[in-house]
């Protein structure tokens, strides 16, 4: 037994290892090569591993759990709460204009109206595992594309709780319920209002759990400085969510998800992402090979002409569909196409449901066979279907090849050109000094270049791009770039292969700052620091404080948050110690503003102006 294990997990590992870099390498993503991965192994490839591809898919299916629990940590609730329209109106419009036009489809080939409207409802749920893991490869989580993607997917997960109870009523017999399947037939012994009562309890404590109780807990074995044993209660936490909800009869993915976004806002919100990240991948790599294990090339071989019909017709419904909703919920005319086609396959979620139907007899013949089919098909396509919108319909749009950047001898290197950048790189240029300027917005890069700023196209976190930007010689790299998780992987980069070149970042808040410094970087200035300070002075004047004293004050309140901060910083992963110093910071500047008071009152009637600034003393 220990031999198969062991052969197995060689098989699976070797198959990623080969298949994941080229498909990476031809622009395909690793999706397509995790399923091209399971296909050579599988039954109808090299046949390695036998036919076990299902209880495989069954494990691996933990990786879409551990996904929306990441997911969940990066979207703090105010962020859920904006997207709560396109979570009902979009979300819904999907489901139903699909469930339609394919259930409509499905009774003209010949099934009737009850599997066929089930056939909708089944065909209507997309690959949450496929399109969030396309989404986070291509950095489009947070587009506008990506957001409603993201909405509709989890409007599919909660809709799966009422499919699951309507299957048996469409079925010719009594079909067993997902809560049986996963073992949870107790709760159907109670009444109604038991069951309602019991899942409304399983909500609850994961809500006030995850606000009252999680975080102290945490906080206990962060103390503890034991890595490991950080990372067992960060899995201990997602089994036990996902077994909770399994026992109440609903989604463990919804319940990971709600808990992941309850510690969004949670200081350990970035160890649990980067605990949780390394088995997170591994397992959706499991599951894609086993997707793709499941391909059933045989029924494919004897009717090859409607396998091919089914999948691409009821994708080309479906996107349409998709297409023709995105327009009233004003997605944007130039991503309305990879919405759809980010959505357009089947789910994992077909797996089961088709697997339920067969034992209820809900699909005639062997259509449940090629349903199933159809879908590994499709989720198999898709990242073909994102290679082609972006080629096809982007043209030389945003995905253009970077651009060839001459040795210009530039002592500074500066990431990112927007707001931000802009005003460092106005100051650097009206005093004769020359940098060397990296942004990916091609359409700020040409409307710049109309006024001889010299400005490349490309990914600056890139060390190609990195050495022809000359960052091997340059004296200093000002990192301008917004997003965070961008930043920091630049830092990460130059600190890496660049040690001598110094580094002046931008944060984009606390948080970010403190990120920043762990690094080692000395010079952190936070992006909305400085314009507050003024605005905070400006407000003090026309309160009626004299323009001496309201600098004095700013400039003091200056001083003393950024030695805060410092004092801070040794302890920021102990937030009992981190709160207990937030609090006497405030109270010692509280106390310095009373002896400010007095010191500066001997200046009362003194105006200060730009012109006629007074010395420092």
Not at 212 to 227: C, E, K, M, N, Y
Not at 431 to 441: E, Y
């Amino acid at each position: 037994m220990s031999h198969d294990f062991f052969f197995q997990a060689f098989v699976y590992l070797a198959a990623a290892v080969v298949s994941v870099p080229i498909a990476k390498r031809l622009g395909m993503g690793a999706v397509l090569g995790y399923l091209v991965a399971g296909v050579a192994i599988g039954p109808f490839g090299l046949a390695l591993l036998g036919t076990d591809s299902q209880d495989i898919l069954h494990f691996a299916e933990f990786g879409v759990v551990m996904m929306l629990f990441v997911v969940g940590l990066e979207l703090e609730p105010s962020r859920l709460w904006r997207l709560r329209g396109a979570l009902l109106g979009l979300g819904g419009l999907q489901v139903l204009g699909t469930a339609v036009a394919v259930g409509s489809a499905a009774i003209v080939l010949g099934i009737t109206w009850k599997p066929a409207l089930a056939t909708g409802f089944i065909l209507a749920m997309s690959s949450t595992a496929i399109v969030l893991q396309s989404l986070t490869e291509k950095g489009l989580l947070k587009t506008e594309a990506g957001e409603r993607s993201f909405a509709v997917l989890l409007f599919q997960d909660i809709a799966v709780i009422p499919l699951l109870a309507l299957l048996p009523l469409l079925a010719s017999t009594a079909a067993p319920t997902a809560s049986a399947e996963h073992g949870t037939a107790w709760i159907e012994t109670l009444p109604a209002w038991s069951r309602a009562l019991a899942t409304l309890g399983a909500v609850a404590s994961i809500v006030a759990g995850g606000r009252w109780l999680v975080r102290p807990v945490f906080g206990a074995i962060a103390r503890t400085r034991l890595q490991e044993l950080f990372t067992a209660a960060a899995l201990l936490l997602v089994v036990g969510i996902t077994l909770l909800m399994t026992q109440v009869g609903l989604s463990p993915a919804l319940g990971t998800f709600l808990a992941g976004v309850v510690l969004a806002n949670s200081e350990y919100r970035h160890e649990l992402e980067t605990d949780i990240e390394p088995f997170k991948g591994l397992l959706m790599g499991l599951f894609f090979m086993a997707v793709g294990m499941s391909i059933d090339f045989g029924l494919l071989r004897t009717e090859p002409l409607l396998t091919l019909a089914l999948v691409l017709g009821f994708q080309l419904l479906k996107g349409l569909s998709l297409a023709a909703i995105a327009r009233p919920v004003q997605v944007a005319p130039k991503q309305r196409w990879l919405f759809a086609a980010l959505l357009a396959q089947g789910g994992e979620f077909a797996f089961v449901v088709f697997g339920v139907a067969r034992s209820a007899r809900l699909l005639p013949g062997n259509w449940d066979a090629r349903l199933t089919l159809a879908v590994a098909l499709s989720m198999a396509l898709t990242p073909l279907l994102l290679f082609v919108e972006r080629k096809l319909l982007h043209g030389k749009g945003p995905e253009r090849e970077p651009d060839a950047i001459p040795d210009e001898g530039a002592h500074v290197i500066i990431a990112g050109f927007g707001r931000f950048g802009q005003i460092v790189g106005r100051l650097l240029f009206a005093n004769g000094i020359k940098a060397t300027v990296l942004d990916h917005d091609p359409e700020q890069i040409d409307l710049l270049r109309r006024f001889a700023f010299r400005i490349y196209y490309g990914d600056a976190s890139r060390i190609d791009l990195l050495h022809a930007a000359g960052a091997a010689r340059a004296d200093v790299l000002v990192n301008a770039i917004d997003d965070p998780e961008t930043n920091l992987r630049l830092v990460d980069a130059v600190k890496e292969h660049f040690p001598n070149l110094k580094i002046v970042a931008r944060a984009r808040d606390v948080g970010h700052y403190y990120k920043l410094r762990l690094r080692g970087i000395e010079v952190v200035e936070r992006e909305t620091f400085e314009a507050a300070l003024v605005v905070g002075r400006r407000t003090l004047e026309v309160l009626g404080v004299g323009p001496y004293e309201a600098r004095e004050y700013a400039d003091r309140f200056r001083r003393q948050n950024v030695s805060a901060m410092e004092r801070i910083f040794p302890h920021w992963h102990d937030e009992a110690k981190r709160i207990a110093m937030a609090r006497s910071a405030r109270e010692e500047l509280e106390k310095q503003f009373e002896a400010d008071r007095a010191e500066l009152a001997k200046h009362a009637g003194h105006s200060w102006h730009p012109e006629h600034e007074p010395e420092e003393g």
